[in-house]
């Protein structure tokens, strides 16, 4: 079955930088389009990066854009988020999962999510 393990989050002051890991089984994961969501308080999930199958980054929301890198190993089945001079509004839980493409979307393409990994960003 599938598992998809995030970690990597953490407390951080405005400005750091965190690197997030998301280690993924039971995945033809190098044939698979790979985001990573987040999903704040009182808020909506939404999508936040998304790779190609080749490692390639196609889509930032364009808040994080120039300041998050996604990558992938397709030999370490792991999907990464490198994110840097993270901002209050940052603060989420960050949720890893392969992705498609529904009109303006970026969804879950699978039918699970793992247990996400808190990020804190402090003023």
């Known amino acids: 079955q599938v598992q998809l393990v995030e970690s990597g989050g953490g407390l951080v002051q405005a400005g750091g930088s965190l690197r997030l890991s998301c280690a993924t089984s039971?995945?033809?994961?190098?044939?698979?389009?790979m985001g990573w969501f987040r999903q704040a308080p009182g808020k909506e999930r939404e999508s936040v990066a998304v790779?190609?199958?080749?490692?390639?980054?196609?889509y930032y929301i364009d808040s994080v854009k120039s300041r998050f890198t996604i990558s992938r190993d397709n030999a370490k089945n792991t999907v990464y988020l490198q994110m840097n001079s993270l901002k209050p509004e940052d603060a989420a839980v960050y949720y890893c999962?392969?992705?498609?493409?529904?009109?303006?979307?970026?969804?879950?393409?699978?039918?699970?999510w793992g247990q996400g990994t808190p990020v804190t960003v402090s003023s």
């Open positions: 999962a392969p992705v498609y493409r529904d009109n303006s979307s970026w969804r879950n393409a699978g039918t699970i």
């Open positions: 039971g995945l033809a994961f190098r044939l698979r389009l």
């Open positions: 790779v190609t199958t080749s490692g390639n980054s196609l």
